[in-house]
């Protein structure tokens, strides 16, 4: 089941800024990953946070990851136009299945 | 983390054929793989939980006996649709459980496009 919610739902941005977006979820989790899909291509790990961690750091990527509101954020500083893809935040309740955000689609232009 | 073969890339069957997708887990023994499916501009949606040696587990309103889900070995998981329609037409993707432990998240196939006409 779906219990992600991201936004914004689309961003577009100048190659070299930033990019930041936002999950929100509703139940307890065990951890909370993010991940890049290209267009009709499959998904790429970015990065996985634990439920007991507040910050995390992946070369360009930034994430937090917020229990009490339920909520993470994925940052991507100095942006290319290779980051063009769709990118989805999927919680890990414990159960080994992942729920999926709706996804944040960004558009990096030259 | 893993590295998962999916395959065929894309097919185009006729409604009511029915289409075999396989998912390889190449270098990882692979007791768990997941099915997702994916329309246009949506999420992904868990279909089910293969489990080698056992029955899949299905997600609420997914038809198991329209979805067949084989986990014969470690390395290979198939999903069938059989006597597809244009509405199964989706992107069905694979993935295998990572080392969670070691900060892999799960790994992914490249996905599969599956047509009706």
């Known amino acids: 089941s779906q219990q992600g919610e991201e936004d914004p739902q689309a961003l577009s941005i100048q190659e070299g800024e930033n990019a930041t977006m936002n999950c929100s979820y509703k139940?307890?989790?065990?951890?909370l990953q993010w991940y890049r899909q290209n267009s009709g291509r499959g998904l790429v790990h970015l990065i996985l946070?634990?439920?007991?961690?507040r910050e995390k750091h992946s070369g360009r990527l930034r994430v937090t990851l917020d229990t009490s509101k339920k909520s993470s954020s994925l940052l991507i500083t100095a942006s290319r136009a290779a980051d063009t893809a769709s990118y989805f935040c999927?919680?890990?309740?414990?159960?080994?299945?992942?729920?999926f955000g709706a996804g944040t689609t960004v558009t990096v232009r030259a | 983390g893993a590295v998962v073969s999916q395959h065929p890339s894309w097919v185009i069957c006729k409604s009511g054929t029915s289409v075999k997708i396989e998912c390889r887990s190449l270098?990882?023994?692979?007791?768990?793989m997941f099915w997702y499916r994916q329309f246009p501009k949506q999420s992904l949606m868990l279909m089910a939980t293969s489990n080698e040696g056992s029955k899949a587990t299905y997600e609420q309103g997914v038809e198991k006996d329209k979805f067949l889900i084989n986990h014969a070995s470690l390395t290979l998981s198939t999903l069938t649709v059989t006597s597809a329609h244009p509405e199964d037409s989706s992107f069905y993707i694979c993935?295998?459980?990572?080392?969670?432990?070691?900060?892999?998240?799960?790994?992914f196939g490249s996905g599969t496009r599956l047509t009706v006409v």
């Open positions: 270098d990882f023994q692979a007791t768990t």
């Open positions: 946070i634990r439920s007991n961690e």
């Open positions: 139940t307890s989790i065990n951890n």
């Open positions: 999927a919680t890990d309740a414990n159960d080994y299945k992942l729920s």
């Open positions: 993935s295998v459980e990572g080392a969670v432990t070691s900060n892999y998240g799960y790994t």
